[in-house]
C-alpha cells in the first residue's frame, strides 16, 4: 500500500467536510428538500471516506499468525458498509421528500443556494475523477468504490441543480420534493450496485478476463522445460491477484531443475505483475491432463 493511496483516502475526508459545509449552506439558506436530500447524501459520503481510510490502513498491514493471506480483503467490507450507507442515505431522503410534498413550499433565495450547491458540485467532480484514477491505478476497491459514491453525488447534484431552476420559475413548489424523490431512487440504485460488486470480492471471485489472459501469457512464455500447466485458478482481494496452478514435468527431472523453473515463472510475474501472489503445484509428466496452459 503506497503513501499516496493513503494521502488520497485522507484527503478524501476532508473534501467531503468541505463539500457537506456547502451543501448545508444551500439548504439552509434555501430551505429546499432537494437540496437537503443532497446535503444528506454528503454526511455518508464523509462517513464513507472516513471508512475507507480506516479499510486501506488495515489492508496495508502485513500477513500474521491469524492472518497469514494478509488483510486485503479489510477493502471490500469497507465498499460493502459504504453501499449499506448509501442505501440508508436513499431512504432517508425518500422521507424528506414525502414531508416536502405533503407541505410544500417555494424555496428561498434559491441563486445564492444554486451558487453554494454549485461550487459543492464542482468539487466533487474534481475529486470523484482523481479518486477512480488512483483507485484503479493501485487496484483499490475502496477508493474505486469512494469514487463511484461521489461520481453518483455529481450526477444527483446536476439533477438536482438543473430541477432547481426550474422550481421558481414555474412556481410549482411540489417539484421540489419529486426532485428530491428522483434523487433517492438513483442514489439507491448505486449503493445496491457498490454492494453487488463488492460481495464478488469477498466471494473469492476469479480475476477479470484480461488479468487471466496476461497470466496464461506470462506462464506460457516463462515455463520452458515443462510439459504443460492445467488446473490454473484466480482470485483477487484487494490489490492482490492470488494465482495457482499445476505445472507438469518430465518425470526424470530433478528437483533443482524444477524449482528453477517456478523461479522463472516467479519472476517473470514479479517485473510484469507486482500484486500477484504465485501457488505452484510440479508434477510428473505421468499427471498431465493435456489441456490447459500450452508451454511455448
Known sequence: MSRRTLWVAATSVLVGI?????????????????????????????????????????????????HQFGHYKAEYFSAVAEGVLVMLAAFTILR????????????????????????????????????????????????????????????????????FVLVPLTGWPRLDPAIAALVALNVLWMGW?????????????????????????LVSSHAQGALEVHDLRTRHAGRMTFVEFHLVVPGDMTVAAAHAICDRIETAFAEDMKDALLTIHVEPEAEAKLHGVVVL
Open 18 to 66: 468541505v463539500v457537506l459545509g456547502l451543501k448545508t449552506l444551500a439548504w439552509w439558506v434555501t430551505g429546499s428538500v432537494a437540496l437537503l436530500s443532497d446535503a444528506l447524501e454528503s454526511i455518508i459520503n464523509v462517513a464513507a471516506s472516513l471508512g475507507a481510510l480506516v479499510a486501506l490502513q488495515i489492508s496495508a498491514r502485513p500477513a500474521d499468525d491469524n
Open 96 to 163: 424528506e421528500a414525502y414531508g416536502g410534498f405533503m407541505n410544500p413550499r417555494l424555496p428561498d433565495q434559491p441563486f445564492l443556494g444554486m451558487v453554494f450547491n454549485g461550487l459543492a458540485t464542482v468539487l466533487n467532480a474534481i475529486w470523484c475523477w482523481v479518486l477512480l484514477r488512483e483507485g484503479k491505478a493501485h487496484r483499490s476497491p475502496a477508493l474505486i468504490a469512494d469514487g463511484k459514491h461521489l461520481l453518483s453525488d455529481v450526477i444527483t447534484s446536476v439533477g438536482v441543480l438543473a430541477g
Open 193 to 217: 450496485g457498490l454492494m453487488r460488486e463488492s460481495v464478488g470480492g469477498l466471494m473469492d471471485e476469479a480475476a477479470p478476463a484480461d488479468v487471466v489472459a496476461r497470466i496464461r501469457e
